[in-house]
Structure formats: C-alpha cells, structure tokens
C-alpha cells in the first residue's frame, strides 16, 4: 500500500519566494493534517482537513500560511512570502477518522530551508 | 494550557539494558494518548493509543502504560534497532492534538 506522499522531500529557496509543499493522503483516508517539526519547537499542528474542509488552522503561523484541499487525493500548503524563520520540516499526516482518536499516518517530509 | 513533556531529552542504553521513557500530560479531556517512533529523515510512524488510566498495550520489546497523568514507554532488552526518537502525543477534548519533543533514544551494540 502506498503511505502518505509528500513533495518535494528538499527545497531550498531564497527569503521572499512563493514555497509550494504537495501532499497524496492515503486512499480512503478522509483527514489529512500539516505539520511543522524544528528542533526548538518540536512537532506542531498547523492546519487538519476533514473531507477536505478545513476543521482548524489556529496553529498557522501567519497570514504568510495557506492551505487548500481542493480534492480527497491532494492537498498543498504555500508560503508566500517565505521567511528564512519558516525553515523546518514540512510533515503532512492522513487519517481515516471514524472518530478524531484515530492514529495518523505520516509522510516522510519535506525539508525547506530558506536563505 | 494543555503541555506534553518528555523526559529525558536522550538516552543511551547497551543492548539488553531496560528502560522506561516518560511523557507527563495536562490536558483537558484526554481522548487519546499516543506513541509515534521516528526514524532520521522520515515521518513519525504509529506504535500506540491508550484511552483510559491502566491501560497497557505491546508491541514487541515495547510496552506503552497509562495513568492519570503521565504514560511511559517501557523497553525491555533493547536492540540497536530499536535506535529512534519516540514521540508522546495527548488529544484533548477540543481534538486538538499536542506533541511532546521526543526522546532520542541509542541502543549501543
């Protein structure tokens, strides 16, 4: 079975660039969340989708942050303005969510890195 | 403000030395208490959930406990496989799901 599908897995860019992250949920999954993970901070939620609505984006950052999930199989989060503080690793998670405690499946991430 | 901590930070043990990770919780309307293992450079991947104080689930040389405020992770006669960072992670009534930092663990042969 394929798990969760992030890309791309590096991306370095410059301070002011648009940064587009893409994530593939698992098939028949009907939550997918955006994670932020650094050192200093640890794992943070930034924004969850259920059937592709967005449920809570109080964990995004900034208006700098957005998020779309125009389908069940796909979902992207921009930044635009990046910021060399957005660096981090990007994950995306999915769930088949029966009810909210059920356990997510990650991605491997995406590393961005902004200069 | 609801908190998960993990203690400690890191920990290195020789192969077959016991030991027990600990994820101290305050959160309102605990839901779910979850463990993840994460490998370098990949995603957090699913070990656990415990619902309710006296739970116990294994896995393994891993076993996950649960009481009213704190869970532990308890490893018995580790393997240098078993080297990873373990995340603790508490959902609260309001489904909102907080993580604590992890704690590295290294398995020596």
């Known amino acids: 079975d394929a798990g969760v599908i992030q890309s791309p897995r590096h991306e370095v860019t410059e301070m002011g660039q648009e940064v587009t992250l893409r994530c593939k949920p698992i098939?028949?999954?009907?939550?997918l969340f955006w994670y932020r993970q650094t050192m200093m901070r640890g794992l943070e939620l930034l924004i969850y989708?259920?059937?592709?609505?967005?449920?809570?984006d109080s964990g995004m950052p900034e208006d700098r942050f957005s998020a779309k999930m125009p389908n069940a199989s796909f979902s992207t989060l921009k930044i635009q303005p990046s910021e060399p503080r957005d660096s981090a690793v990007y994950f995306c998670?999915?769930?088949?969510?029966?009810?909210?405690?059920?356990?997510?499946?990650f991605g491997d991430g995406t590393r961005l890195s902004i200069l | 403000e609801d908190q998960v901590t993990q203690s400690p930070e890191a920990l290195r043990l020789q192969e077959g030395e016991s030991s027990s990770l600990n994820c101290s919780y305050t959160?309102?309307?605990?839901?779910?208490l979850f463990w993840y293992r994460q490998d370098p450079g990949k995603g957090p991947e699913f070990l656990f959930t415990?619902?309710?104080a006296g739970e116990e689930k294994e896995k393994e040389r891993l076993k996950a406990t649960l009481t009213k405020k704190e869970s532990f992770l308890h490893i018995t006669a580790p393997k240098p496989e078993d080297s990873a960072t373990y995340l603790c992670?508490?959902?609260?009534?309001?489904?909102?799901?907080?993580f604590g930092k992890g704690t590295r663990l290294h398995i020596l042969p």
């Open positions: 989708f259920n059937n592709n609505v967005p449920i809570d």
């Open positions: 998670a999915s769930s088949f969510r029966t009810t909210s405690n059920q356990p997510q499946h």
């Open positions: 992670a508490a959902l609260n009534r309001d489904d909102k799901i907080i």
């Open positions: 098939s028949g999954h009907n939550s």
């Open positions: 415990l619902y309710s």
């Open positions: 959160v309102s309307g605990l839901r779910g």
